[in-house]
């Protein structure tokens, strides 16, 4: 089992440039969440999708931000107009059904630095 | 709404010595999971133990056990027989038991074990 792929792991954009990031959740894991992680706000919750519909996107930031899960097999992650205060660790877990995707496996993390 | 807090920023201990996080959490709900996670000095963050809210008995995985205060909103993770590579930070998470929540993380304990 590969566990929880993104890509890329490092991501370096000018102030105003778009930046795609990428998940392949595990195999058979049919919930995916997205996390941002930052020295001073820690770990903060972005969005989650189960069975590939959006359920829960209370993390977002309204602008610029966006996510999309069109197969089972990845999601990815878009900010529009990248800003310095958008660098930061992006992380992607997945869940499995078992007692109601109570665990997370969490990839590795896409480093998204934005000068 | 979801919350959870850790107080302890860091804490240094020397090996083979037992530690205690703490965390204390907020929820509405009756049934909830409770969850501690490692992230490394690399950054991959893997899951440690988990406990279920309407389990009594405390938790146990390895050297890893739990300390769970229902009453007090309470789930201090415990470190026996501490090893230098136990050193990392120490995140305590909760998902409400209810399938449009996320999990939601405290801002994590760095633990540090010296020789």
């Known amino acids: 089992n590969a566990g929880v792929i993104q890509t890329p792991r490092h991501k370096v954009t000018g102030k105003g440039q778009e930046a795609t990031l990428w998940c392949e959740p595990i195999s058979g894991h049919s919930a995916v969440f997205w996390y941002r992680q930052t020295i001073v706000q820690g770990l903060e919750f972005l969005t989650y999708f189960r069975n590939q519909a959006p359920i829960d996107d209370s993390g977002m930031p309204k602008e610029r931000f966006s996510a999309q899960m069109p197969n089972q097999s990845h999601s990815t992650l878009k900010i529009q107009s990248t800003q310095p205060q958008d660098s930061a660790v992006y992380l992607c877990?997945?869940?499995?059904?078992?007692?109601?995707?109570?665990?997370?496996?969490f990839g590795p993390g896409t480093r998204l630095t934005v000068l | 709404a979801q919350k959870v807090t850790q107080t302890q920023t860091s804490i240094s201990v020397v090996e083979k010595t037992t530690v205690t996080m703490d965390c204390v959490y907020e929820?509405?709900?009756?049934?909830?999971?409770l969850f501690w996670y490692k992230q490394t000095a690399s950054g991959e963050i893997v899951f440690l133990i988990r406990q279920d809210s309407y389990k009594k008995e405390n938790a146990t995985v390895g050297h890893y056990s739990l300390n769970f205060q229902k009453p007090k909103s309470s789930i201090g993770l415990i470190i026996t027989a501490t090893q230098i590579e136990d050193s990392a930070v120490y995140f305590c998470a909760m998902r409400e038991d209810n399938n449009n929540n996320a999990p939601r993380f405290g801002a994590g304990t760095k633990l540090s074990v010296k020789p």
């Open positions: 877990a997945s869940s499995p059904y078992r007692d109601n995707y109570a665990e997370q496996f």
């Open positions: 929820t509405r709900d009756s049934s909830y999971f």
